[in-house]
């Protein structure tokens, strides 16, 4: 996983845990190019978070994954199932 990723999962890590939701949601809203320009390894990152304690951070990836143009819908639905 590439520096800045790691930092991603850091900080959305610290930040859930001590409950800081309102700074996380500001953090996610800024790492939006971050995490567009890094599309073809956002797989890794869902990977090393956990779905039930930091929720925001993978929505957020998943939100950026279905952005992306090149996503075809049974890999839309594959990451929607890990999600659920």
């Known amino acids: 996983m ?3 990723l790691e930092h991603y999962v850091n900080h959305v890590r610290t930040m859930s845990s001590a409950g800081n ?3 996380l ?7 939006t190019e971050l995490l567009a320009k890094n599309g073809n390894i956002l797989d890794n990152v869902l990977e090393t978070l ?9 929505l ?6 279905f952005s992306e143009p ?14 659920l």
């Open 21 to 23: 939701f309102r700074e």
């Open 25 to 31: 949601v500001e953090y996610l809203l800024e790492s």
């Open 50 to 58: 956990d779905i039930q304690q930091h929720s925001l951070g993978v």
């Open 2 to 4: 590439a520096s800045p």
């Open 70 to 83: 090149n996503v075809s819908c049974a890999n839309s639905f594959a990451i929607l199932l890990f999600f």
């Open 60 to 65: 957020f990836v998943l939100v950026i994954k």
